[in-house]
């Protein structure tokens, strides 16, 4: 550039600057000394951090910029990324490192195992969600458990906890995730007999709606459908895709409430949310009509009248919603409609993605060309032992719609395929190989892969770093799954073997559940369901990733979406149990 241009160029800055100061100095009625000096001072003070976070450097991290912190980096990083960049970071910094950015102020990003479980577990009171979450967020989980702190968290976790806790609901959701899994099972069958190079499947949406499916089944008595023709498209399902994607992607974008209003985004979410409300107000006005006559019905009888059974049938409803709507809240009260349309999208939320995703991460890892072939056989082998030929049958054997031995909650069957032995809750409890593999894929890909919660009490981490009030503590569980000083230094191996030889689940090495008083209440229920559906799987098809030696990449969510699929060849087994 010319000398003179350069010139004209410092000389306009300077008039901008000056009018600036100017313009301030009037506004706020001070001298221009004082505001250059003010200026100057907050210049000086934020010179490495966001704009009103107390400097500290008592803790590492990548430097930030003046007043912006580390908000540039943080926006223009790529999002499929993210959870690299972090484990990056924690390479360079050590298990604890900070960021700051403006309007959220610092983050401490922890991953050593101690101070995590002191955060989540040893001192839980002095860690919440806060609004900061619950604004994000607030479109898909209004008030429910996901978000809330406090007494609100401690009643729903307490009612939650009892219906996950009872022996008879674990019965019903085990045959519940057999019965869609039959559906699964005969539609991959029509896939894999499909001529020619037609037998490709994206099995990360055959998973989604064969949790989707079972929830919609175990929460509402109403499965979604989306099994009963998989090529079409289900509304609820697609807003509540956008939504989380949308929602998701606040937590790498600070200025969202900007952006969101500038490029149309608040406008969808708006769409969205009301496609999903309107499902869940559906369903929660259904089930009112029906409780009110079987109410009815039973003032009916007391007075010798004849009753009409409640929407045409005689079946008893216990199934989550009904517990929900059983139940009383922290003041005693029945759950509102909104509570109860919270409560059911929370769910659908945990219950949904987490599992279909780890079981795609793990098919992927057992079928990649860099896997042995060695898993697999043990995976087929185990499940070949516990649930070969002569194995326990729920199946009455002539094709007629069963139900479950348990008196409530109560189900009917599909008819099962006769000959193969279907898994139950007590099958599934003894695959502990099978059990290995999806805790293990969850180590490496934990389906919730980054987590955050606000400090409301000064502290001080035993790793001796101090937290004060209103700091954040971020936590990526991706990053610590490869952690070679957690685990060894075969870290990024998949290896299912590690959980057979010692490691727990409940360990504070391995956070993919969370840990402490907030802890996955659906653990049990995930693993179970996982279990089902890949025995089922493995005892009729062999798969083949179409792109066997590339790692897929995720897409931007609350949780750890393949963001192109999974693209597998389904073929029956050669050598079939049945
Ligand atoms: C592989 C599957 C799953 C994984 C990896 C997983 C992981 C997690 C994690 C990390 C949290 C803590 C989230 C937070 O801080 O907000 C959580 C909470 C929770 N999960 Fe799961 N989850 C899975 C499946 C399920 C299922 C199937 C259900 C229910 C059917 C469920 C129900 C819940 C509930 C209710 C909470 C909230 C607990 C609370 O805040 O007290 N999860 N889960």
């Known amino acids: 550039m010319p000398s003179?241009?350069?010139?004209?160029?410092?000389?306009?800055?300077?008039?901008?600057?000056?009018?600036?100061?100017?313009?301030?100095?009037?506004?706020?009625?001070?001298?221009?000394?004082?505001?250059?000096?003010?200026?100057?001072?907050?210049?000086?003070?934020?010179?490495?951090?966001?704009?009103?976070?107390?400097?500290?450097?008592?803790?590492?991290?990548?430097?930030?910029?003046?007043?912006?912190?580390?908000?540039?980096e943080m926006v223009r990083r790529p999002k499929q990324l993210n959870y690299q960049t972090q484990t990056k970071y924690h390479g360079i910094y050590g298990q604890i490192y900070a960021m700051t950015l403006p309007g959220i102020g610092r983050v401490i990003n922890v991953t050593h195992p101690e101070s995590l479980d002191h955060v989540l577990r040893v001192n839980f009171w002095a860690y919440e969600k806060g609004e900061y979450f619950r604004h994000i967020l607030g479109p898909l989980i209004g008030s429910g458990i996901f978000g809330a702190d406090g007494q609100h968290w401690k009643w729903q976790r307490r009612l939650a906890s009892h219906i996950f806790n009872v022996a008879a609901f674990r019965n019903y959701t085990s045959d519940v995730f057999c019965q869609e899994g039959q559906l699964v099972l005969d539609y991959l069958c029509t896939v894999a007999d499909r001529a020619g190079d037609q037998n490709i499947v994206d099995l990360q949406s055959i998973f989604y709606m064969y949790t989707l499916d079972s929830f919609g089944e175990i929460a509402f008595g109403q499965s979604f459908g989306c099994l009963k023709d998989p090529e079409q498209e289900v509304e609820f399902a697609t807003a509540f895709d956008r939504l989380n994607t949308t929602l998701a992607n606040r937590f790498n974008a600070p200025m969202w409430p900007l952006t969101d209003r500038w490029n149309g985004l608040l406008e969808q979410v708006e769409k969205d949310q009301k496609t999903i409300f309107d499902f869940a107000y559906s369903v929660i006005r259904k089930r009112r009509a029906f409780?009110?006559?079987?109410?009815?019905?039973?003032?009916?009888?007391?007075?010798?009248?004849?009753?009409?059974?409640?929407?045409?049938?005689?079946?008893?409803?216990?199934?989550?919603?009904?517990?929900?709507?059983?139940?009383?809240?922290?003041?005693?009260?029945?759950?509102?409609?909104?509570?109860?349309?919270?409560?059911?999208?929370?769910?659908?939320?945990?219950?949904?993605?987490?599992?279909?995703?780890?079981?795609?991460?793990?098919?992927?890892?057992?079928?990649?060309?860099?896997?042995?072939?060695?898993?697999?056989?043990?995976?087929?082998?185990?499940?070949?032992?516990?649930?070969?030929?002569?194995?326990?049958?729920?199946?009455?054997?002539?094709?007629?719609?069963?139900?479950?031995?348990?008196?409530?909650?109560?189900?009917?069957?599909?008819?099962?395929?006769?000959?193969?032995?279907?898994?139950?809750?007590?099958?599934?409890?003894?695959?502990?190989?099978?059990?290995?593999?999806?805790?293990?894929?969850?180590?490496?890909?934990?389906?919730?892969?980054?987590?955050?919660?606000?400090?409301?009490?000064?502290?001080?981490?035993?790793?001796?770093?101090?937290?004060?009030?209103?700091?954040?503590?971020?936590?990526?569980?991706?990053?610590?799954?490869?952690?070679?000083?957690?685990?060894?230094?075969?870290?990024?191996?998949?290896?299912p073997e590690r959980w057979l030889t010692g490691e727990k689940a409940s360990s504070s090495k391995f956070v993919s559940f969370h840990l402490g008083p907030r802890t996955c209440l659906g653990q049990q229920f995930a693993t179970i369901e996982a279990i089902t559906i890949m025995s089922m799987l493995f005892q009729k098809f062999t798969f083949e990733l179409v792109d066997p030696d590339n790692e897929p990449s995720y897409g931007p969510a609350l949780t750890l979406p393949m963001d192109k699929g999974l693209p597998i060849r389904v073929r029956r087994r050669l050598d079939p149990i049945v």
């Open 291 to 495: 409780q009110q006559q079987k109410l009815e019905n039973q003032e009916k009888k007391k007075n010798g009248e004849p009753g009409q059974s409640p929407s045409g049938t005689k079946r008893e409803k216990k199934d989550l919603m009904q517990l929900f709507m059983d139940a009383h809240d922290e003041n005693g009260e029945p759950l509102s409609d909104e509570m109860m349309r919270d409560t059911l999208l929370n769910f659908v939320l945990a219950g949904r993605d987490t599992t279909a995703q780890a079981l795609s991460w793990m098919f992927y890892l057992i079928h990649r060309s860099q896997s042995s072939g060695d898993i697999l056989r043990k995976l087929t082998e185990e499940t070949d032992r516990i649930l070969g030929r002569g194995a326990q049958s729920l199946s009455k054997g002539d094709g007629s719609p069963t139900s479950t031995s348990t008196s409530e909650p109560t189900i009917q069957t599909y008819p099962r395929y006769p000959t193969v032995g279907l898994p139950t809750y007590e099958t599934t409890k003894n695959q502990k190989y099978a059990e290995a593999c999806f805790y293990e894929a969850l180590r490496l890909y934990p389906s919730v892969p980054q987590n955050i919660k606000i400090c409301v009490e000064d502290d001080v981490l035993p790793s001796g770093h101090k937290v004060y009030k209103g700091e954040k503590i971020g936590w990526s569980s991706w990053a610590m799954g490869r952690d070679t000083k957690i685990w060894g230094p075969d870290a990024s191996v998949y290896r």
């Open 4 to 72: 003179s241009n350069i010139l004209s160029t410092t000389k306009s800055s300077s008039s901008v600057v000056l009018q600036l100061i100017h313009v301030l100095s009037t506004l706020f009625r001070v001298s221009k000394p004082v505001l250059l000096a003010t200026l100057l001072y907050t210049l000086f003070k934020y010179r490495h951090t966001a704009y009103g976070t107390t400097p500290r450097t008592d803790i590492p991290g990548p430097a930030g910029l003046p007043l912006l912190g580390n908000l540039i």
